[in-house]
Protein backbone atom coordinates (compact mmCIF):
# COMPACT_ATOMS: atom_id res chain seq x y z
CA UNK A 1 0.00 0.00 0.00
CA UNK A 2 1.09 3.41 -0.87
CA UNK A 3 0.66 6.36 2.01
CA UNK A 4 1.93 9.86 1.88
CA UNK A 5 2.29 12.11 5.13
CA UNK A 6 2.60 15.31 4.92
CA UNK A 7 4.09 17.44 8.12
CA UNK A 8 5.31 21.37 8.37
CA UNK A 9 2.45 23.47 8.10
CA UNK A 10 2.07 26.16 10.70
CA UNK A 11 0.78 29.65 11.17
CA UNK A 12 3.63 32.24 10.15
CA UNK A 13 3.77 36.05 9.58
CA UNK A 14 3.90 37.45 5.97
CA UNK A 15 7.31 37.11 4.82
CA UNK A 16 7.86 34.15 6.50
CA UNK A 17 9.21 30.63 5.56
CA UNK A 18 7.82 26.94 6.00
CA UNK A 19 8.77 23.72 5.06
CA UNK A 20 6.58 21.32 4.21
CA UNK A 21 8.00 17.33 4.64
CA UNK A 22 5.80 14.65 2.88
CA UNK A 23 7.12 10.91 3.86
CA UNK A 24 6.05 8.77 1.18
CA UNK A 25 6.10 5.08 1.66
CA UNK A 26 5.35 1.59 -0.78
CA UNK A 27 5.99 3.21 -3.54
CA UNK A 28 8.79 2.60 -5.98
CA UNK A 29 11.24 5.12 -6.82
CA UNK A 30 12.68 3.62 -10.20
CA UNK A 31 10.47 6.28 -12.26
CA UNK A 32 8.16 8.76 -10.75
CA UNK A 33 6.21 12.41 -10.73
CA UNK A 34 5.96 13.64 -6.74
CA UNK A 35 3.92 17.04 -6.06
CA UNK A 36 2.74 19.32 -3.90
CA UNK A 37 -0.61 20.52 -4.44
CA UNK A 38 -2.83 23.10 -2.29
CA UNK A 39 -6.93 24.48 -1.87
CA UNK A 40 -7.22 27.67 -0.54
CA UNK A 41 -10.76 28.73 0.84
CA UNK A 42 -13.08 28.96 -1.94
CA UNK A 43 -10.73 28.31 -4.31
CA UNK A 44 -10.08 24.88 -6.17
CA UNK A 45 -7.38 22.37 -6.02
CA UNK A 46 -4.26 23.82 -7.91
CA UNK A 47 -0.64 22.41 -8.58
CA UNK A 48 2.00 24.07 -6.65
CA UNK A 49 5.33 22.56 -7.51
CA UNK A 50 6.29 19.00 -9.17
CA UNK A 51 9.45 17.05 -9.45
CA UNK A 52 10.45 13.89 -11.64
CA UNK A 53 12.67 11.41 -10.69
CA UNK A 54 14.87 13.00 -12.91
CA UNK A 55 15.41 16.15 -11.14
CA UNK A 56 13.47 18.07 -13.41
CA UNK A 57 11.47 20.53 -11.91
CA UNK A 58 7.96 22.51 -12.50
CA UNK A 59 6.45 25.44 -10.65
CA UNK A 60 3.45 26.96 -10.85
CA UNK A 61 3.83 31.08 -11.80
CA UNK A 62 2.60 32.30 -8.49
CA UNK A 63 5.34 30.50 -6.59
CA UNK A 64 8.17 31.04 -8.85
CA UNK A 65 11.28 32.27 -7.32
CA UNK A 66 9.98 31.75 -3.88
CA UNK A 67 8.83 28.05 -3.43
CA UNK A 68 11.15 25.10 -3.81
CA UNK A 69 10.83 21.46 -4.32
CA UNK A 70 13.25 19.18 -3.67
CA UNK A 71 13.33 15.15 -2.71
CA UNK A 72 15.52 12.76 -0.11
CA UNK A 73 14.87 9.74 -1.21
CA UNK A 74 17.54 7.94 1.24
CA UNK A 75 14.71 9.75 4.15
CA UNK A 76 11.70 8.56 1.32
CA UNK A 77 10.65 12.16 1.68
CA UNK A 78 9.79 15.01 -0.53
CA UNK A 79 9.74 18.72 0.31
CA UNK A 80 8.33 22.14 0.08
CA UNK A 81 10.80 25.11 0.55
CA UNK A 82 7.92 28.02 0.99
CA UNK A 83 9.54 31.58 1.28
CA UNK A 84 8.05 35.14 1.14
CA UNK A 85 4.96 33.76 2.29
CA UNK A 86 1.73 35.85 1.65
CA UNK A 87 -2.03 35.61 2.78
CA UNK A 88 -2.61 34.53 -0.63
CA UNK A 89 -0.44 31.49 -0.07
CA UNK A 90 -2.66 30.25 3.01
CA UNK A 91 -4.10 26.94 2.13
CA UNK A 92 -4.41 23.02 2.77
CA UNK A 93 -1.26 21.58 1.30
CA UNK A 94 -1.23 18.19 -0.36
CA UNK A 95 1.48 15.80 -1.77
CA UNK A 96 1.09 13.55 -4.09
CA UNK A 97 2.53 10.91 -6.65
CA UNK A 98 2.07 8.50 -9.20
CA UNK A 99 4.30 5.79 -10.96
CA UNK A 100 2.87 6.55 -14.61
CA UNK A 101 2.74 4.23 -17.61
CA UNK A 102 4.46 6.74 -19.49
CA UNK A 103 7.52 8.71 -17.61
CA UNK A 104 8.62 11.95 -19.22
CA UNK A 105 11.23 14.79 -18.10
CA UNK A 106 8.52 17.12 -17.18
CA UNK A 107 6.69 16.63 -14.35
CA UNK A 108 2.68 17.96 -14.63
CA UNK A 109 1.20 19.99 -12.58
CA UNK A 110 -2.18 18.59 -13.23
CA UNK A 111 -3.71 17.35 -9.89
CA UNK A 112 -5.41 14.33 -12.13
CA UNK A 113 -2.29 13.22 -13.23
CA UNK A 114 -1.79 11.73 -9.56
CA UNK A 115 -2.91 8.50 -7.79
CA UNK A 116 -1.52 9.29 -4.43
CA UNK A 117 -2.54 11.81 -1.96
CA UNK A 118 -1.37 12.43 1.29
CA UNK A 119 -3.84 14.03 4.12
CA UNK A 120 -2.84 17.67 3.95
CA UNK A 121 -0.99 19.83 6.23
CA UNK A 122 -2.64 23.27 6.71
CA UNK A 123 -0.05 26.56 6.35
CA UNK A 124 -1.45 30.20 7.29
CA UNK A 125 -0.20 33.38 6.99
CA UNK A 126 -1.11 36.41 8.35
CA UNK A 127 -0.69 39.95 7.37
Known amino acids: QVQLVESGGDSVQAGGSLRLSCVVSGLSYSRYFMGWFRRAPGKEREGVAAVAGIGTTNYANSVKGRFTISTDLAKNTLYLQMNSLNPEDTAMYYC?????????????????????WGQGTQVTVSS
Open 96 to 116: AAIIPDRYWAEPPLGADKYKY
